[in-house]
């Protein structure tokens, strides 16, 4: 165990600090790491809009823009993500892995932000105090820290975690060499619906 330099964030000084402060400020790329992905507004300047016009702003700026997450995203954020034409293909990559619980924001890879809070508007969001999530964090430029997040993020995004997965029957998107498909991969949902893995 070491010391690290780092900064405890809570509530609204989460959305300050990592998506006014370092999220619309990155110059090479953003990882987001995040269990549930829903439409969020924030202030860009011009009022409040989509965090998909901030990361449109930021692929024009040619920042990589990677969001890696556990389920589908809402119905209203895949609605304005599929209006972002450049968004669409190719300029925000977004993968899914049902495992993924943690909460990371890395920028340039210099900065990372850990803790509880999801890419929604009551989690980084620029929700008011009254209606946002009770979230807590921390944010650090320590090195090690960054490598170690940036390391595990990457093993996810690349499918090395997806050969030995338990859950690799469920996932919508494996990756790796596909195994042979059998009876038993059709799982009951309910009496009427099957849903085919």
């Given amino acids: 165990m070491r010391p690290i330099e780092a900064e405890l964030l809570a509530n609204g000084a989460l959305y300050r600090?990592?998506?006014?402060?370092?999220?619309?400020?990155?110059r090479e790329s953003v990882w987001i790491a995040t269990a549930n992905v829903k439409e969020?507004?924030?202030?860009?300047?011009?009022g409040f809009r989509s965090?998909?016009?901030?990361?449109?702003?930021?692929?024009?700026?040619?920042?990589?823009?990677?969001v890696l997450h556990a389920g589908l995203p809402?119905?209203?954020?895949?609605?304005?993500?599929?209006r972002k034409d450049a968004l669409v293909r190719g300029g925000l990559s977004l993968k899914i892995c049902p495992r993924v619980h943690f909460k990371a924001?890395?920028?340039?890879?210099?900065?990372?932000?850990?803790?509880?809070?999801?890419?929604?508007g009551a989690g980084l969001g620029a929700k008011g105090d009254a209606k946002r999530n009770f979230e807590l964090?921390?944010?650090?430029?320590?090195?090690?820290?960054?490598?170690?997040?940036?390391?595990?993020?990457?093993?996810?995004?690349?499918?090395?975690e997806c050969g030995p997965c338990k859950l690799r029957h469920v996932c919508p998107d494996p990756l790796g060499p596909a195994r042979p498909r059998r009876r038993?991969?059709?799982?009951?949902?309910?009496?009427?619906?099957?849903?085919?893995v």
């Fill in 17 to 26: 600090e990592v998506v006014q402060h370092r999220l619309a400020q990155a």
């Fill in 105 to 120: 924001v890395l920028v340039d890879g210099a900065w990372a932000y850990l803790g509880s809070a999801n890419l929604t």
């Fill in 184 to 196: 038993s991969d059709v799982v009951r949902l309910g009496r009427s619906r099957r849903l085919r």
């Fill in 40 to 46: 969020m507004f924030v202030d860009t300047g011009t």
């Fill in 74 to 82: 809402s119905r209203p954020f895949r609605a304005a993500f599929e």
């Fill in 137 to 160: 964090g921390f944010c650090t430029e320590d090195f090690e820290v960054i490598d170690r997040v940036s390391a595990l993020f990457e093993a996810v995004w690349s499918g090395a």
């Fill in 51 to 66: 965090v998909l016009d901030l990361f449109d702003e930021l692929r024009e700026r040619r920042v990589e823009l990677r």
